[in-house]
């Protein structure tokens, strides 16, 4: 049967042509993962064989034998990768080599700094392997076809890397994906079966399907690894090397993971698990759409990639497999969400990470350190989405504090409740969208007089957080910005007493104020927080805080405002001349202009900044004597 060509010649994705540029530079110093990369493609393709062909027998073709095979020839100059996996279509090969359709791509081009040591971590984790081989070749080309599809539907795409790559129909007998990798000048070193060998046995043993290789100088196969999964050995025959290999095969990633942790359930529900948290910060880890960090195994067979069922959104960044004897070979997604046995596999899989999170942060802070900085806000969800664990979660966060008014985010909650001062029975803390704007807010004042710590809390997922997260170790959580304050026994007699005369003697004042400042506010009043600003605005205890109305707003919500309550420090000079200010329209005039500094001081947007401006300029003249 004659095969159609139909050739074309067809540009790559902008992305494509920079990436391609960087890893070519960044990773000429490691040369030999492209094979590692290219054979753990292979491998992947042969799971998704194994879980399609348990719908439809026929995808085997009559070879139910998969395998990988690596051959070389000094003669052409060439490596082939060869496998009997799935295969792709001529869409699939444009969208899975010509296209980068992955979330984060501009943020992770940006990041590239053209340190050629750190860029090549950043496209470990960004997960780019088949772009490796341009790194040892001038010239690749891969041959494909589909399994299930006819002969006369295979494809051939060619490219020099350059920014353009040939696509053709061509016939191709055997189901599965041949890359050929034409060697630059060079790079001899990989035209020999021994150094081949050794670069499987270094970077994919632990390949659950064999790695074949023609003997040298004989027309016999060899399977040069294992051929068995690393997760079924019993733990103490496998070296540290090993876990860490099998996890950049399985994270897709350049760089050893920060920890791991592997499981063995035998009794009423046997599985295996093994399980690790990366060291760098993946790019999709905000694309919660995006859920493939644990592969599911049956009995050592793949069923799927999808971390949606197995592992909670909050722990997205864990990577690893999931291996069960019990569950059913054909089990669908519908089936994994009513599984009761599913159910119990992620309850334990999640105690399991927490478990090695607790441990990492008592054994070696240091990595916590690490850990945090790089996922901390993504195990903050979990105060929301998992409240069977909320307690263990709440003791593995980390926040910056007035302690250390430091941006490092190194103080526990159990550190804090260390700290509390006798008689206190709250956690203070405070919310805004910067560190800086957390630090200098104007609520911290009477807060520093006294020297109590209070919680510098600025990312979004913050008020998210505290919403959820209202008491630890039997002390509630109070924002120093919402309510009346209350120090409890913190103040003394004489300060209450001191505070009521004032509240007393200013009552006039106040309400003066609020008549002039009409419904802009629910409530005026005197305050006690402040040492050395004129004014402050605070939230019902009901209400919602402000800095939270702002990121709903900012996103769309419909969020009822509610009204600021605006305290006065009557010790404050500009207060002192308000007092003194006898003209009602200066006087108003002033009253608006001490409730736009407040609003200013803790991140809001005023209505009128002009207004604001003029009478600003007109306060700036009268102190001039003009």
């Known amino acids: 049967m004659s095969v159609d060509t139909h050739k074309e010649t067809l540009g790559f994705q902008t992305e494509v042509k920079q990436l391609l540029d960087i890893v070519i530079r960044s990773l000429y110093r490691n040369k030999e993962i492209f094979l590692r990369e290219l054979i753990s493609n292979a491998s992947d393709a042969a799971d998704k064989l194994r879980f399609e062909a348990l719908a439809n027998d026929d995808l085997y073709e009559g070879d139910t034998e998969l395998k990988i095979r690596v051959a070389f020839s000094k003669k052409a100059r060439t490596v082939t990768v060869s496998d009997n996996g799935i295969g792709m279509s001529r869409s699939e090969v444009v969208d899975n080599i010509g296209t980068i359709a992955k979330s984060g791509t501009q943020e992770f081009l940006k990041a590239l700094s053209g340190d050629q040591a750190k860029d090549a971590k950043l496209i470990g984790q960004f997960g780019v392997g088949f772009y490796s081989a341009f790194v040892v070749a001038d010239r690749v080309t891969v041959e494909t076809r589909r399994a299930g599809l006819g002969p006369e539907q295979g494809v051939r795409w060619d490219s020099e890397g350059k920014g353009e790559y040939s696509l053709e129909t061509i016939e191709k007998a055997a189901r599965g ?40 100088g004989k027309n016999e196969d060899e399977t040069v690894n294992r051929a068995s999964a690393l997760w079924a050995r019993p733990k103490k025959e496998i070296k540290k090397e090993e876990y860490e290999e099998f996890y950049k095969h399985v994270g897709h990633d350049f760089e050893a993971p920060l920890a791991y942790t592997h499981n063995r359930v ?60 019990d569950l059913p070979l054909n089990i669908s997604r519908e089936v994994l969400q009513q ?54 979660i709440a003791k593995l966060l980390r926040f910056s504090s007035t302690h250390t008014n430091s941006e490092a985010q190194d103080v526990s909650l159990e550190n804090y409740v260390n700290r509390m001062k006798k008689n206190q029975n709250k956690i203070y803390y405070v919310t805004a969208d910067s560190f800086a704007a957390a630090k200098n807010s ?18 979004r997922v913050d008020e998210w957080l505290v919403t959820h997260l209202t008491e630890f170790d039997e002390k509630s959580l109070q924002s120093v910005a919402k309510g009346k304050l209350d120090l409890g026994e913190l103040e003394t007699k004489a300060d209450k007493e001191q505070q009521e005369n004032t509240t007393k003697e200013h009552k006039e004042f106040v309400d003066r104020v609020k008549q002039a400042l009409g419904d802009k506010v629910q409530d005026v009043r005197v305050t006690r927080r402040l040492i050395t600003s004129p004014a402050c605005l605070v939230a019902d205890a009901q209400n919602m805080g402000a800095n939270l109305e702002r990121i709903l707003t900012s996103v769309g919500q419909d969020v009822p405002l509610g009204k600021p309550i605006l305290e006065i420090n009557p010790g404050h000079p500009i207060v002192n001349h308000l007092m003194s200010q006898d003209d009602d329209a200066r006087f108003k005039e002033w009253s608006h202009m001490l409730f736009d500094q407040a609003l200013l001081s803790e991140g809001g947007q005023l209505d009128d900044p002009a207004g604001f401006v003029h009478r600003l300029n007109e306060l700036f003249l009268q102190l001039a004597g003009k």
Do not use: C
């Open 177 to 216: 994906t041949d890359v050929i990798l034409y060697l630059r000048k060079g790079e001899d070193e990989f035209l020999d079966g021994l150094r081949l060998r050794s670069i499987v046995r270094k970077f994919s043993d632990h390949i659950n399907l064999p790695i074949v290789m023609k003997v040298d």
């Open 266 to 325: 035998e009794g009423k529900q046997e599985y295996i698990s093994l399980l690790y948290i990366p060291a760098r910060t993946p790019f999709d880890l905000w694309d919660r759409t995006q859920r493939r960090g644990i592969k599911l195994y049956v009995r050592r067979v793949f069923i799927m990639d999808d971390a949606e069922h197995l592992m909670p959104a909050y722990l997205r960044f864990v990577r690893g497999v999931i291996d069960s004897d």
């Open 339 to 392: 599984s009761k046995a599913i159910d119990r596999i992620r309850a334990a899989s999640v105690k399991k990470v927490l478990g090695l999170l607790e441990n990492i942060s008592k054994k070696d802070p240091e990595k916590y350190v690490t850990f945090w900085k790089e996922f901390g806000k993504v195990l903050k969800e979990g105060v929301v989405e998992d409240p069977a664990n909320r307690e263990r």
């Open 442 to 459: 104007s609520h911290l004042e009477i807060f520093r007089d006294k020297d109590i710590e209070v919680l510098l809390l600025s990312e």
